[in-house]
C-alpha cells in the first residue's frame, strides 16, 4: 500500500499542500479531483521525490519513499505519466521506451507487452517522439511508464488535449491495469470518465484534502462535486471537464 | 593562366590539410563544450584550461619517460582521466555548491579558470616547452611533403570523435545524457541519477578537452596561456553549430576549421579569427539558436 501520511509541501516558501494523508491500495484506482491549482499535481510530484516535502511521510509498503532520492523511487516501482506528456522530444519512440525498461531492468516481454495496449507505436519506433500527433504522444507517455513494469502509477490529466476516442482508450487502458493489479493514482478533469474507473474519489481543494468518498455515494450525493469542481451532478458533467 | 593554377591548388590543398586537422582537433573540444552546455546548461569558461591541462600533462609525461612514444602514449591514457577527475572535483564542490546556475556558473568557471591558470604558472613556469612527437615521417605529395603526426592527430581525433557518437547513441549511459539534456526532471522520475550524469558530462568535456591538449602539444608547444584561443574557437564553432547540438558542433568545426586555413594561408590568421568572431555575430543576429540549433517542444 502507498502510504501518504500528513504531508506538507511548499514552493519557494509558500505552502502549496497542507497536511495530507491518503492511501492508495493494491490494485485500486483513486481519483483525485480538485480545481485548477488545488494541489493535485503537486501532490503527484511529492510522491515522486521532485518536490521536497516540509513534513510527513510517504510509504510504500515498509519502505519510507520520502526518504529516498527522487531518482530512487521509480526503482520501487512507481511510474509518473506527467501533465503534459513531457516526452523526451529529440528521442526516438523506441528510447523513450527504453527509459522505461532500464529503470527497473525491464525485459523485451515488458515492452511487448507495452506496445500490445498500444500497437500504432509499433509502426513508429524509430521516429522521433517530438514528431508524433497529440494522441500517439500522450500513448507513448504511458507506454514508456509502463514499460518500467509499475505497481502503482501516478497519472496527471492523461486525457488532456485528446478526442474523445481517445480518451476512452487511456481510460480503457486503465481499467486494464486495475485488472491486473497496478495501482492508479488518477488526477484528471473529465469528471465522468474518472467517476466511471475510480474505486475511491478525493477531493483536494487549496492544498488540503477535503472529502474522501466513492463514486457511488457521490451519485446518491453529488455535493462534493460541485462544492469542489463545480458540476452539479455526475449526469452533468457528461464528457465536460471543470476549470 | 596554367602558372596562376599551378601555383595556387598546391597552398589551396595545403591550406585545406592544415585546415582539417584544426577541424577535428576544433571539434574535439568543442565537443566537450557543447555537451557540457546542452546537459548542463552551464557555459564553462574554463574549458580551454583543461585543454592546457592536457598540454601541461603531456609535457610532464615526456619528461619523466625520457620518451617520446612512451610518454606520448602515457599522456595519452592518464591526461584526460586525471582532467577528468579534476573536472568532477570541480563539479562536486563548486558547481553543485551554487545549484549549476546558469549566472553564478559563468562567474564560478572563470574562477576555476584563474586557479588552473595559476596553479600552473606555479608549478610549470611561465615558459612555452616543446615536446617531441611520439612519431616523425613525412607524407608525400605531388607538390610537397606533410607531416605524418598530424594526419595521425585528425586520425586520431576523428576516431575520438566517433567514440563519442556512439556513446552518446548506442549505450545507456549515452541515453541518459540525452534524456537529461532534454528534461532532467522526468529523467529523474526513470531513475536517471540526474547529479552523477552532470559530474560525467563534465569529466567528459574535460577529458576531451585535455585529450585534445596531449594530441596538439607536439605541434605547438604547451604554456600555461594556450587555453584561451581553442576557448575562444570552441565558443564560435559552438554558437554557430547551435549550443548542445552534436552535429552542428562538428560541422561548424570543420566550417571554421578549414576556412581558418584557407584564409590563414592566402592572408592573415588573424583574419580568419576576424572573420569567424564576424559570423558569429552574424549567426547571433540572424539565427540565435545557431545553425543547428536543436529545438525542444
Known sequence: MLIIDRISSSYDQVRVLSDISMNIKEGEVLGLLGRNGAGKSTLLKSIMGLIKIDEGTIRLDDVVLSKKLAHEIPECGIGYIPQGRRLFPQLTVEENLKMGLYTRNSNNDVLDWALSLFPVLKTRLKQKSGTLSGGEQQMLATARALCLKPRYILMDEPSEGLMPKLIETIFDIVEKLKSENVSVLLVEQKIEGTLRISDRIVFIENGTLKEETTPEQLNDNPEPLEKYVGVKSQKDAGSQSFK | MDTWIEETLPMVFLAVLDGTVTAFVLALIALGLSLVFGVMRIVNVSHGEFFMLGAVFSWFAYHWTADSVWGFVLALLIAPVIVGFIAVFSERFILRKVEYNPESTIVATIGILYIIQQLTLMGFGPE??????PIYFRVSFPWFGY???KLLVAVMSGLCLCGI???LKRTKLGLYMRATQQDYEIATTFGVPTK???????????GLAAL???????????????GLEPLLLSFIVVIIGG???IRGTIIAAFLIGISDGIISVFYEPTLAKMLATLFVV???????SGLFGENYQ
Not at chain 2, 552574424?282 to 540565435?288: A, D, N, R, Y
Open chain 2, 243 to 245: 549550443l548542445g547540438s
Open chain 2, 147 to 149: 607531416s605524418g603526426y
Open chain 2, 212 to 226: 585534445a591538449g596531449v594530441l596538439v602539444v607536439p605541434i605547438r608547444q604547451a604554456d600555461h596561456l594556450m
Open chain 2, 128 to 133: 612555452a616547452r616543446p615536446v617531441e612527437a
Open chain 2, 282 to 288: 552574424m549567426i547571433l543576429i540572424i539565427k540565435p
Open chain 2, 165 to 167: 557518437w556512439l556513446l
Open chain 2, 196 to 206: 552523477k550524469i552532470y559530474a560525467s558530462v563534465f569529466a567528459l568535456g574535460g
